[in-house]
C-alpha cells in the first residue's frame, strides 16, 4: 500500500487488474465463466494485465476496441502504431499482435492443406485471415484439382486498387498452368468492409473467364472479401451467387 499510495502522489500509479472489484476482475471472470463468454475487452484485458494512469486494464481494453472498432481492425494496425496509444507500449504491443498472429494461424490451421472447395463460403474461409488485417485490395488465385480440391497456396497475383491494367490474364493463369490447375476461383478483398462488387469487378471477371476459356481452366467464381456489418450478414459476396456474371454449368 505504501509503494501504491506513493506512485499515487507521483502520478505514476499504474492500475492493475487486481485493484478492480474482485467480480470484475478478467482473471476472476475467466474463472467463474470460461474464456468463451468472456468479452472482448475481458480477453484483451487478460492480454495486458495492467492498465495506466487513470485507466484501470479493463478501461484500456475497452479504449483500444473503441479506437479501433473491432479485432479485425486492430489486427491490422502495426506493433509501431500501437506502441503511439496511451498505455500501450512496446512489450503490451508484441503481446497484442502474438496473440492475434497466433489466432489467425489457428484458422489457418483448421482450414486444412487440401481443403475440397464446395461453396463460396468454403472459398471465403480460406482466405478471411489473410484479408482480414490488410489495408490494400489484394487479389488471389484459388489454384483447383479436377475434384475442386486446393492444390497449393493461395497464389497473390495483385496488391494495389483492382483495374484492368493490374489484373492482366497472363499473370492470373500462370500459377494455374504451373500447378496444372482444373479450375480456379478468383478472390479480392475489399478494405472498406463493404463486398459489394463495382463495375470494374464485374468487368475484370468476365474478361478473365473469356481468358479461362480459351485456356480450358475453368473460372468457377469470383470471391470478394469485407467484414461482417451487421449480425447474421455475411462478410463476403459470390458473383457466381449475386447472378452478377454468368459463369454457366461448372
Known sequence: MIGRRINEERGAYTVRARDLPKALQPR???DRLGPENLSESDLLALLLRTGTTGLNV????ESLLLQYGSLSALARASAAELQEIRGIGKEKAKILKAALEIGRRLVQENIGERPRI??????AAVLR???RSLDREVFWVLLLDIKNRLIAPPAEVSKGTLNSSLIHPRE?????????????ILAHNH???????????????????????????????HIIIGRKTREGADDFLSLRE???????EN
Request: proline letters at 7%; aromatic letters at 6%.
Open 129 to 131: 485471415e489473410r484479408a
Open 28 to 30: 476472476e471472470k475467466y
Open 118 to 123: 464446395a461453396s463460396p463460403a468454403e472459398a
Open 172 to 184: 492470373i493463369f500462370k500459377p494455374a498452368i504451373q500447378y496444372s490447375a482444373a479450375a480456379v
Open 58 to 61: 479493463v478501461e484500456l481494453a
Open 242 to 248: 449475386s447472378a452478377l456474371v454468368d459463369f454457366g
Open 191 to 221: 478494405p472498406s468492409g463493404d463486398p459489394s462488387p463495382s463495375a470494374q469487378d464485374v468487368r475484370i471477371t468476365k474478361k478473365l473467364m473469356e481468358a479461362g476459356r480459351t485456356m480450358e481452366i475453368n473460372v468457377l467464381d
